[in-house]
């Protein structure tokens, strides 16, 4: 009998950003995805980090555990974003006490009790789905500072056809041996440092007869809204300029340099 | 005494130039000077084989250091070859770039999907704080090289010793800041480093005291993957050594191969007590994680 095509979506980085999160949502389902990912970091950045919350709970999202939600559900002091900076460590902070203090101890409680990993099939692929990277939460890995050999090892050692991670906030994908992938699904909560105000979710398609096919998807939202919602809250007029401009304002110093030639900041 | 493990070859140094360098500084952990040859230059098929053997370990990013790395004469046939293989990190004192080399480097990242990084070494925002550390003329000479490769379209990661007090590092950093943004680096990259008390250093202000170790009560609920013997291997003119400030150390040289030298190491000195004081003293900060909560 002939196996049917398989369609997932994919997503990290809410960031407490529930507009785009909304538009995500509706754009997957009306593309027929039979399951939603969500690969972690639900708060941050945004306002009203409950509103995120609630929406991700209540469509049945698969979420597994981010760094910020391993330190938002257990209280921990900061994000363990891993920012080196004295400036990107500031703006964090600000981020991570507002997110603590507006998030529902039930919400936190869910946060503590998802994996910090989930194994998909997708057709007959091993799909590992993780925050950073299979061997540490917060490892970030950025398209142009990851060799090809190391993703190759990941893949071995972790028994995967594909990996799907997210954390940096930038997607990229590669081809590895054997027909195998990594894949940096994205973020929805905050534009990719490149000008332009949507943010990025991403489908993966298994038909038999084409083998997986990949598709980074943009998702327009009222990104105007957003900002207003986040100055209202006081957040910093940084995180708003970022919403509105496309381009990072913060979190700066982690970027190599070729991610970071592309902003302006 | 503690042992760690190399979990993975994440990081692949080079001690390209070795000791040799064109400067003499006064706080320099392993003596560099035009005129020390205890290790010598790299040649090209010794790079070549580590990184052909590098494939098979899936390392994921590759440094280069000395000396200065640009007084070796194939130094950018050499980071035009790794590019191939991954991302690449070069240490530098900025002194000898030149323009030749950078439009070479510039189309071969272009051409590249990984980045390659300068990072430039300048102790301090002005000569009067730079010079007497790096010497005479120094600060003007780096910072000729900083504004050549940011001409180039590179944005260099100004890297800065500390060897002033710490109360003083968010001025020290400011001044940094506005010097780099004032002489036309419109958006600065910096990475502080602690100082090594070993060699030159040790004679500037002091060496290690005996109780600056690592124990095995500190390593309990540590993250190891914060040190660098964890994920890295140096290549040196005398073989695989353990990390890039222990050249010197006999204890250091692992093995001819990356394959030999995959054990684990004793971290018995006191430098090792700034890598677990620091963290991840030698990475660039995007290749960092922070510490898993203990």
Same mark, same amino acid.
């Given at each position: 009998m002939k196996q049917p095509t398989e369609r997932i979506a994919c997503f990290g980085g809410v960031y407490s950003n529930y507009l785009a999160l909304e538009a995500a949502l509706r754009d997957a389902q009306r593309r027929g995805a039979e399951r939603i990912y969500c690969l972690g970091d639900f708060g941050a950045f945004g306002p009203h980090p409950n509103r995120s919350l609630e929406l991700l709970r209540s469509s049945n999202v698969i979420a597994i555990q981010g760094n910020y939600d391993q330190s938002i559900g257990h209280a921990f002091a900061d994000c363990q974003c891993g920012y080196t900076d004295p400036r990107d460590n500031h703006f964090a902070q600000l981020s991570?006490?507002?997110?603590?203090?507006?998030? %529902?101890?039930?919400?936190?409680?869910?946060?503590?009790?998802?994996?910090? =990993?989930?194994?998909?099939?997708?057709?007959?692929?091993?799909?590992?789905?993780?925050?950073g990277s299979p061997r540490k939460m917060n490892e970030f890995l950025w398209e142009s500072t990851t060799s090809t050999q190391f993703l190759d090892h990941l893949v071995t050692q972790y028994d995967a056809d594909v990996i799907l991670a997210t954390h940096t906030g930038i997607k990229w994908q590669r081809a590895l041996s $054997?027909?195998?992938? *990594?894949? %940096?699904?994205?973020?929805?909560?905050?534009?990719?440092?490149? !000008?332009?105000?949507?943010?990025? /979710?991403?489908?993966?398609? /298994?038909?038999?007869?084409? $083998?997986?096919?990949v598709e980074f998807i943009p998702v327009e939202y009222d990104a105007g809204r957003l900002a207003r919602e986040m100055v209202a809250e006081r957040l910093p007029g940084e995180f708003v300029e970022t919403i509105l401009s496309g381009y990072w304002t913060t979190c700066l110093e982690v970027l190599p340099s070729k991610e970071r030639r592309r902003g302006k900041h | 005494?503690?042992?760690?493990?190399?979990?993975?070859?994440?990081?692949?140094? *080079?001690?390209?130039?070795? &000791?040799?360098? %064109?400067?003499?500084? =006064?706080h320099c952990f392993i003596r560099c000077s035009p005129t %020390? +040859?205890? *290790? $010598?230059?790299?040649?090209?098929?010794?790079?070549?084989?580590?990184?052909?053997?590098?494939?098979?370990? !899936?390392?994921k990013e590759y440094y280069f250091t000395g000396g200065e790395p640009f007084l070796h004469r194939q130094m950018t046939q050499i980071l035009v070859e790794t590019l191939r293989y991954g991302p690449a990190t070069v240490l530098t004192n900025g002194t000898v770039l030149k323009d030749e080399w950078l439009e070479t480097l510039r189309l071969a990242e272009a051409d590249s999907?990984?980045?390659?990084? *300068?990072?430039?070494?300048?102790?301090?925002f002005s000569a009067e704080t730079n010079d007497p550390i790096r010497g005479q003329g120094t600060f003007e000479r780096a910072m000729r090289g900083v504004l050549k490769l940011v001409d180039f379209g590179f944005l260099p990661i100004i890297?800065?010793?500390? #060897?002033?007090?710490i109360l003083q590092e968010d001025t020290v950093v400011s001044c940094f800041v506005a010097m780099l943004k004032k002489r036309g680096y419109a958006r600065p990259r910096l990475k502080i480093l602690p100082t090594l008390h070993l $060699?030159?250093?040790?004679?500037? &202000?002091? !060496?290690?005291?005996?109780?600056?170790?690592?124990? +095995?009560?500190?390593l309990e609920t540590f993250d190891r993957? =914060?040190?660098?013997?964890?994920?890295?291997?140096?290549? #040196?003119?005398?073989?695989?050594?353990?990390?890039?400030?222990?050249?010197?150390?006999? +204890?250091?040289?692992?093995g001819g191969t990356l394959g030999d030298s995959l054990q684990p190491f004793s971290l018995n000195h006191g430098a090792c007590y700034t890598c677990y004081q620091y963290g991840a003293i030698c990475s660039n900060p995007s290749s960092q994680s922070a510490r898993e909560p203990e």
């Open positions: 991570y006490d507002y997110t603590l203090a507006h998030t %529902n101890e039930d919400h936190r409680a869910w946060m503590r009790s998802l994996p910090a =990993q989930w194994r998909i099939e997708l057709g007959p692929l091993r799909v590992l789905a993780c925050h $054997g027909r195998r992938r *990594f894949i %940096n699904v994205g973020v929805l909560g905050r534009p990719e440092n490149d !000008g332009h105000r949507h943010v990025w /979710y991403t489908m993966l398609e /298994y038909a038999p007869s084409e $083998g997986l096919s | 005494m503690p042992s760690v493990a190399l979990s993975h070859l994440d990081h692949l140094w *080079f001690q390209v130039s070795g &000791t040799l360098c %064109n400067l003499t500084c =006064q %020390n +040859d205890q *290790f $010598g230059y790299l040649d090209l098929d010794t790079v070549r084989r580590h990184l052909a053997e590098s494939v098979r370990l !899936g390392v999907c990984y980045s390659l990084e *300068f990072r430039v070494s300048i102790d301090g890297t800065a010793a500390r #060897t002033w007090d $060699g030159a250093e040790e004679e500037r &202000t002091h !060496g290690y005291r005996r109780t600056e170790r690592v124990t +095995d009560a500190m993957t =914060q040190l660098i013997c964890e994920h890295s291997r140096i290549v #040196t003119d005398r073989g695989v050594c353990v990390c890039p400030i222990l050249i010197e150390s006999p +204890d250091a040289l692992l």
